[in-house]
């Protein structure tokens, strides 16, 4: 991605809405007058937020009359969900911000202590582009000056410590010193954080949360749009790029990835996929941007790891038309995409590439629907090209245990439309990935960043987001190793009354660290625990608000899943699944394999 | 503290020790070869560490041919502890090095998503001056210099935004980039460790781990000795000392603070109590420093906070020697200390400060025996002055509720010889405090940084410490609350066969925040839980390794704490102790008072 171009676009788009606001508050600045907290919460309910996530600290509450907390939890539309924790907390706000397209996550934490405990969860949303807002209680204006030895403190005087760290893993930053400022900053750095698609970082002193300040610039909306492409630089693209597909006659594949979800182009493809009939593909991190049940689409292409099938169908077709890729390791197959780029074309956010020529500030979200009417015209020859269904079946099996072979392809059919997948990096993220997952689902995994126990405080902040928008269940797949950091989160759960089913795979360890070394060494095992009492210990004290189940064997879990009570999914569920310690999917067994054969070559070479 | 010359003297340690090693090894190049990693964890062991805290990711482990957790695991007198989550690692290193003085606190994370995980960790062990190692898995040397899109990578290239971010929060970094310098490198951040009494970071590449690198330095040991003070100047401090001393005729005390555990005088402090028998009292920070037994010991003062008496004892001696002070909010009663500077002596650990003057460079281990032989002819007045002895009687109160007035003296009288107890942050840490501890006991808090959730993290690190150490039983207080941010980690309690008794203040919220603002705020509630069904789910499985316990009234905790099989601690223990919602520790809600009229004032100041 263009980072420079990008940055002109943010910088453009604050101008104008700074020079909008500006005209109106011109005009009356007499008028009504609230806090700084209203103005930001306000904001916030014009993006969409309905939930703010957070751990409360005295930075974040003590000051008078009203502290900030306080102003959420008495907010009519925004709830206030107090996490376990703030690294749980930051990841719920990132699932959040997955699922309820169009607005942003949001998470508060307080000065030092509760800031950098959520710094892994901002910076994972950082890398996978998410939009999350972090905002931090601080000591006041006049502590931030003189530097007391305050609690939370490095006891140093570095009273810029913290920010200096945010400052690595957030696209921007601001900290409201005066309120003459304070509603201009919020405006900049929330227009930064919907344009860009990743984290903001948001200090408030103590002293400035219920400062007032005119309300009137909240008439001006915050702006999403990304400034216009040069129509003379995309009308040659638009005619090259038709060019290459009439060159290619009827064998082009549209390859679907990360950023076509990120950067909001999913209804241009769906659009463009109508009227062109191109089949479609997806990598891992592109999991339901096009809907996987849909007629032209193919599957999951991810390198040397893809279903052989698949593979041949990408990398043999003579044009790929690639929509919002993102090239990381585990989202290509550890770096084996066999496809040339004189065979292909590459939309992004921010520039457009065709072949080896690069052309920066073309940005896909515009240039779509452009190509979309451009390429009608092979909607005819497109269609004739055959895309093999994408399904999966469950295999026949001799024994009663519950293979990764069997499980993922068994709990495909369990899946309903509109359902909100979870899987933990790892394992999880893996097994999934060959099953193809229902019309208007969505599918949340972590695949750049990786850290596990994020799919924990996902899946409490998407089941609320799924709330709001009327989507199906909430169904997370996640193993044993991984629940063990994050698992206080089940409590904010049952509080907060969502209902996700949560498959827990009992490995006895970290099976995908297994997999990839150390495939006997103690420190791949953890203890066992007793999951199925998890829900009752932890929230769920009179055992009436969920249930849990563990299934040993194939017939157990047909049984569950056949289950029309448990289907209903009107309580928190828990199924423990005990699989082979040694067992794992196959595409996790390719990845280590080929990462194997990587190390060694990379020692080879030192 | 004085930044530069702690610096300096940082610098000489390091230069003397280069030239040690470069001597030794110049005779004896071709001398046994061993690998980055057997250097390093000879290094750890020369320190006196034994347990390795760490969560295993695949940057610290998948390197051929051996990787570095391996080489833990493999070790034969340091043990891999494998924790739960980073940030429970980081406070087990922290509560490690807490308890085992003159060694270190390691910790062992990968690369991005588990080190920034620990980043609160090791900014409350720099807050509070602890020194901890911080090693980081990182991807070989060959990808941090091409940089491409791995996983745990914020995805735009930046692979040194994690260091960056480091550096906020730990004294000295490096990166073993070749194995030339590698040994130099870590007994460089070693030597500021141990020397700065602070946290340092290390991260590895995969390819380095394994790297051959001669075995000849590790004969010259690390350093830790202060450079001498300056003698001229050194006389001049001792005889004006003297002189304020004798003016002050008898009236003189001493206070201890967190510096003189830190910095490691306990030993001089204690020969100063013989010869002189001064009075001493104590900060919270600086509790056990001097042993609360102590015939000349007073009790803990905290400002405006103190019982009355000690206040007034401190407050209005003629002179007041004040050793290792550190004077944050939480640790001087909110700023309300009444000594004024011209009856204030202060020793520190790289300066010295008379009323009004500035000694820099003379630092208080040289000083003090100095000092000691200096003063002994105080001896005979100072022992007429009589102290108060510290002790705090259980009061008859008429109820059966167990309140708080009622619980901290009566666990005083549990308390044993060499116990090792831990206060969380906030309710705990100001119950405890009026409470004397018994001899060569250990107290642990984090009064300065105060992060919750720290101490559970804690306990098992110095449980681990206490075994090595022959110290006795483990007990920490925590609040429902706080337990809830860290409580996965009972699991690796269980599995390192530590037995801490655990007391459980239930009182359904977070009472220090509900003091400090919102009394009845939702935010300050939170879910009520199964307490005493944690440790049978968290690993306990079959019950055999544990006991859990709930007291509801005095009665009932009396007979718990008067049971012999209890007392004993030879299981991993619960105790649930239910208080009521509203009622809280003096000292608390003294803090509390204070806090909110010093907030008013501030608001009164914009």
Redesign the interface.
């Known amino acids: 991605m263009d980072?420079s171009t990008r940055d002109l676009q943010a910088e453009v788009n604050k101008l104008q809405h700074e020079l909008q606001a500006l005209k109106v508050q011109h005009h009356s600045d007499d008028g009504e007058q609230i806090t700084i907290s209203e103005y930001l919460l306000t904001r916030l309910e014009q993006l969409g937020v309905t939930s703010v996530f957070g751990?409360?600290?005295?930075f974040n509450?003590?000051?008078?009359p009203l502290?900030r907390?306080?102003y959420i939890?008495d907010h009519p539309r925004i709830d206030?969900i107090?996490n376990?924790?703030?690294?749980n907390a930051a990841y719920a706000a990132d699932g959040y911000a997955r699922v309820k397209e169009h607005s942003i996550g949001v998470v508060v934490t307080t000065f030092?202590?509760g800031e950098?405990?959520a710094?892994?969860g901002i910076?994972?949303a950082?890398?996978?582009?998410v939009p999350v807002l972090h905002i931090v209680g601080v000591p006041?204006?006049?502590?931030l000056k003189n530097k007391?030895?305050?609690?939370?403190?490095?006891?140093?005087g570095?009273f810029d410590?913290?920010t200096?760290?945010a400052e690595?893993?957030t696209v921007s930053q601001a900290t409201l010193m005066n309120k003459t400022h304070a509603a201009a900053e919020i405006d900049r750095i929330l227009t930064d954080c919907i344009t860009r698609a990743r984290p903001v970082y948001l200090t408030i002193p103590?002293?400035m949360v219920a400062e007032k300040i005119p309300a009137k610039r909240l008439q001006v909306p915050l702006s999403r749009t990304p400034p216009p492409n040069d129509p003379d630089v995309e009308k040659y693209v638009l005619d090259r790029i038709a060019e290459l597909v009439e060159e290619a006659s009827k064998d082009i594949v549209i390859l679907v990835d990360a950023c076509a979800i990120r950067h909001d182009v999913r209804q241009e493809i769906n659009d463009l996929l109508t009227k062109t009939r191109f089949p479609v593909y997806s990598a891992p991190m592109g999991k339901t941007a096009v809907s996987e049940a849909h007629d032209r689409y193919g599957g999951i292409y991810i390198g040397s790891i893809s279903d052989p099938s698949i593979k041949d169908k990408v990398e043999n077709a003579n044009l790929i038309l690639s929509i919002g890729a993102?090239?990381?390791?585990?989202n290509t197959g550890m770096?084996t995409y066999s496809v040339p780029t004189s065979r292909t074309i590459e939309l992004h956010s921010t520039h457009t590439q065709i072949r080896h020529a690069l052309f920066p500030g073309i940005g896909m979200k515009q240039l779509l629907p452009k190509l979309t009417s451009h390429l009608r015209q092979f909607h005819e020859g497109a269609s004739q090209l055959p895309v093999p269904h994408y399904k999966l079946d469950v295999p026949k099996e001799q024994d009663d245990k519950i293979s990764h072979a069997f499980f993922w392809p068994r709990v495909g059919q369990f899946f309903q439309k509109k359902d909100v997948v979870v899987a933990e990096t790892g394992t999880s993220s893996f097994g999934i990935l060959d099953v193809p997952l229902p019309e208007q689902s969505v599918f949340l995994a972590q695949?750049?960043?990786?850290?596990?126990?994020w799919s924990i405080g996902i899946t409490l902040g998407a089941a609320l987001a799924a709330r709001d928008k009327q989507l199906g269940r909430t169904i997370l797949f996640v193993g044993d190793g991984s629940f063990?950091?994050?698992?206080?989160e089940l409590?904010?759960m049952?509080?907060s009354k969502v209902t996700p089913i949560i498959f827990v795979l009992n490995n006895k360890g970290?099976n995908i660290?297994r997999h990839?070394?150390?495939m006997d060494?103690?420190?791949?095992?953890?203890?066992?625990?007793?999951w199925t009492?998890?829900l009752?210990?932890?929230?769920d004290?009179d055992g009436t608000l969920s249930n849990s189940y563990t299934v040993r064997d194939k017939a157990g879990l047909d049984k569950l899943l056949n289950d029309a009570e448990f289907a209903k999914a009107d309580k928190i569920q828990l199924v423990e699944v005990i699989l082979d310690k040694y067992d794992t999917p196959r595409g996790l067994q390719v990845a280590a394999d080929i990462?194997e054969k990587l190390?060694?070559q990379?020692?080879g070479?030192?």
């Open positions: 980072t751990v409360p600290g005295d509450m003590r000051e008078c502290p907390v306080d939890e206030w107090g376990c924790n703030e690294l030092g202590v950098l405990s710094m892994n910076a994972g950082f890398s996978e582009m006041s204006t006049v502590q007391p030895m305050l609690h939370h403190t490095l006891g140093d570095r410590a913290y200096k760290a690595q893993i103590t002293d993102l090239k990381s390791d585990f770096f695949i750049l960043y990786g850290s596990i126990g063990q950091l994050t698992v206080q409590s904010t049952i509080h970290y660290e990839l070394h150390g060494r103690k420190y791949n095992d953890i203890v066992n625990w007793k009492s998890l009752t210990t932890l929230g004290t990462g190390a060694k990379a020692l070479q030192v």
